[in-house]
């Protein structure tokens, strides 16, 4: 039984690695990790090239993390603290609303499920802090928040909205992982569907009208609890015509 | 609709931005602008050696370079200075298996052109400075080698190179056997520079990056035997 094949965005980033420092198309393991956990097939979308034809191939799409995106998109000033990847705004942007125009199933992650907003028409706030007065929904890089000792910056509850689809694949509250300083303003077409309850930014958006649109503003790949990932997996190999993907053991 | 072009990545631990030592998968960026530039859609293919379902995403695949294959794949011991990256051999010699049995157009690069030798039943030098008793190949860390490499008249390769048969390369291992595939380049101290296997539409091999220095002659031909 063939696996459904989930594409995912990933940076053209310079990096340093064993020694070597260059531009590399790049993605953290952890992303291709969760994919084949959940029973897909992974394969990595650079932003370089601007085509959509690639989707026509592919099952299921991921958007993943990274940079801010350009306000510019939402008709908005830059914000000292933003920080903007426009060869990935360029390309997402339009491999997103390409996407959702042929209903391939998406999901969203962090910047990802910001991409879906401005996609769909929305915008962001550029900089948490500035809204709600404090900064624990960016946990420090390297940590895990999820760690029985770890700070209080970086962890914190999502709560759903009952009737959705987050609520029926996440139950009505759940405590997630936290590293991003920008969050979703206007979700646009899409529906808020999760909040952080302590401060009610927006933690998850969905569309119920397409067969699966869902962004999370955490990092599900980065922990344990894979829900969403099966739930792409299991969209894909429906559309894709497949049983329902096999667990990775 | 272009040919999709995937080609094979690293896993290493990584540092950018304020992220250290990330275990990432990556590939260098010249590859996917090779293969953009020459009309295709490139997409990195981390390793999985599940199965090699993917291939049925590709017109083309691109082996890319890297560390060293794991002797135990042609029946030798590892000698000290090589070094191994068993989750990308197993998941590539799956691939490159099924891509040659399919008939898929293959590219391999460096560590490319060595999987594919070594999945024809060929072998490699394991420490090229032992055979040659020189550095010319992999001059030092980071750097670089260039020369001259001759073409067998009427092979793919010498077409494609035409006059300008300069080479950049950087590695320490060589194809000592090629296994069931023809030697149609060397360097002149003998190393093996090409490799091709006539008998499928699409399959070379070379030791040098023709990724780099924006060389489209390699990646040109991949994406139009993909697109045939």
Not at chain 1, 56 to 79: K, R, V
Not at chain 1, 100 to 117: H, I, K, N, S, T
Request: proline content about 7%; hydrophobic content about 40%.
């Amino acid at each position: 039984m063939r696996r459904p094949l989930i594409g995912l965005t990933a940076y053209a980033q310079h990096v340093q690695y064993s020694g070597n420092e260059l531009m590399a198309g790049m993605l953290p393991m952890t992303y291709v990790r969760a994919v084949h956990a959940t029973g897909g097939r992974a394969v990595l979308i650079t932003p370089d090239d601007p085509g959509t034809d690639v989707l026509e191939s592919l099952d299921g799409i991921m958007f993943s993390g990274g940079g801010d995106i350009d306000p510019a998109y939402w008709g908005a000033e830059p914000h000292p603290a933003t920080d903007i990847d426009p060869a990935r705004d360029t390309a997402e942007l339009m491999l997103m609303k390409a996407a959702l125009e042929m209903d391939l199933p998406v999901l969203g992650v962090c910047r990802g499920q910001q991409v879906m907003a401005v996609a769909g028409g929305g915008s962001l706030h550029q900089h948490l802090p500035d809204v709600i007065g404090h900064d624990r929904h960016r946990a420090a890089p390297g940590t895990d928040p999820l760690a029985a000792d770890a700070a209080a910056y970086g962890r914190h509850d999502v709560v759903t909205k009952t009737g959705s689809r987050a609520h029926a694949l996440l139950g009505g509250h759940l405590t997630v992982n936290s590293f991003h300083h920008q969050a979703v303003d206007d979700p646009g077409t899409f529906t808020p569907t999760g909040w952080c309850p302590d401060d009610q930014v927006i933690e998850i958006i969905e569309d119920p009208r397409r067969t699966f649109a869902l962004g999370v503003q955490w990092h599900p790949e980065r922990t344990g609890d894979l829900r969403v990932f099966a739930a792409l997996a299991e969209a894909a190999a429906r559309r894709a015509g497949l049983a329902r993907p096999a667990l990775a053991a | 609709m272009r040919p999709i072009i995937g080609i094979t990545t690293y896993v290493e631990p990584a540092s950018w931005g304020v992220w250290q030592d990330l275990d990432t998968t990556l590939v260098p960026h010249a590859y996917t602008e090779a293969v953009t530039r020459a009309g295709g859609r490139a997409v990195l293919l981390p390793p999985d050696d599940a199965d090699a379902d993917v291939l049925r995403l590709l017109d083309g695949l691109v082996l890319s370079g890297g560390a060293d294959l794991d002797p135990a794949l042609y029946g030798a011991a590892a000698e000290p200075l090589t070094v191994t990256r068993p989750d990308r051999d197993s998941a590539e010699m799956l691939l490159t298996r099924a891509a040659l049995a399919a008939d898929l157009p293959v590219l391999g690069v460096c560590r490319g052109i060595q999987m594919l030798a070594v999945a024809a039943g060929g072998a490699l030098h394991q420490h090229l400075p032992d055979v040659l008793g020189h550095e010319k190949h992999r001059p030092a860390p980071g750097v670089y080698g260039s020369h001259e490499a001759r073409f067998t008249p009427g092979s793919r390769i010498a077409a494609l190179m035409g006059d300008d048969r300069e080479v950049h390369c950087y590695h320490h291992q060589g194809v000592a056997d090629p296994g069931t595939l023809i030697v149609t380049g060397r360097a002149e101290d003998g190393t093996v520079e090409a490799v091709e296997d006539p008998a499928h539409r699409f399959v070379l091999g070379v030791q040098w990056h023709p990724e780099l220095y924006s060389d489209q002659r390699l990646f040109g031909a991949l994406v139009t035997a993909a697109t045939a």
